[in-house]
T-cell receptor
Framework: GDSVTQMEGPVTLSEEAFLTINCTYT??????LFWYVQYPGEGLQLLLK?????DKGSNKGFEATYRKETTSFHLEKGSVQVSDSAVYFC????????????FGDGTTLTVKP | DTGVSQNPRHKITKRGQNVTFRCDPI?????LYWYRQTLGQGPEFLTY????????KSRLLSDRFSAERPKGSFSTLEIQRTEQGDSAMYLC????????????FGPGTRLTVT
């Protein structure tokens, strides 16, 4: 079945540092890939998405590129802010699988001033 | 568009009791999903509706769990004879009928079984 593996956390960075959170996936079909973010006390919300190989999703300074050859979708941001402190989830969904999503276990990011 | 709403936000119940949660999806979304999330884990799929039809159920969904979406709008998730292992955050999400099926999540219902 489908699966998503994220780098283990927690990750602690200083403000303005570069962020990478690794994500790799296994899927039998041709999934769409997502990053969701959960800020403290809030629900999950979509951060960015990519629907096919070599697509780059971007939002709020975050980027991730759909790499089919390495089955990866790593999240990057060039300069993190304290307000980026949250839990980040990598996920995939597959139209052949009812569109339900398979999630990684999440990576907690803390950004210190 | 007011987003996905869930009620109640918190529920504390004693083992053996029945509980019911409600989810109101984004009005134009045909697809509705239920997930369960425990501490330190990502959401795990429980069940999926397209309109009023329940099209898939996870093996995680034991016979004590039942979900409905009677008119293709709101959905309910009932847990009968709750067990301590049912303690978790129950998440509802909806998605558009076409496209990559990104999920729009509600705030969740946190269930504690004592």
């Amino acid at each position: 079945g489908d699966s998503v593996t994220q780098m283990e956390g927690p990750v602690t960075l200083s403000e303005e540092a570069f962020l990478t959170i690794n994500c790799t996936y296994t899927a039998t079909g041709y999934p769409s890939l997502f990053w969701y973010v959960q800020y403290p006390g809030e629900g999950l919300q979509l951060l960015l998405k990519a629907t096919k190989a070599d697509d780059k999703g971007s939002n709020k300074g975050f980027e991730a590129t759909y790499r089919k050859e390495t089955t990866s979708f790593h999240l990057e941001k060039g300069s993190v802010q304290v307000s980026d402190s949250a839990v980040y989830f990598c996920a995939l969904s597959d139209v052949t699988n009812a569109g339900k999503s398979t999630f990684g276990d999440g990576t907690t990011l803390t950004v210190k001033p | 568009d007011t987003g996905v709403s869930q009620n109640p936000r918190h529920k504390i119940t004693k083992r053996g009791q029945n509980v019911t949660f409600r989810c109101d999806p984004i009005s134009e979304h045909n697809r509705l999903y239920w997930y369960r999330q425990t501490l330190g884990q990502g959401p795990e799929f429980l069940t999926y509706f397209q309109n009023e039809a329940q099209l898939e159920k996870s093996r995680l969904l034991s016979d004590r769990f039942s979900a409905e979406r009677p008119k293709g709008s709101f959905s309910t998730l009932e847990i009968q004879r709750t067990e301590q292992g049912d303690s978790a955050m129950y998440l509802c999400a909806s998605s558009p009928n076409q496209g990559p099926f990104e999920q729009y999540f509600g705030p969740g219902t946190r269930l504690t079984v004592t």
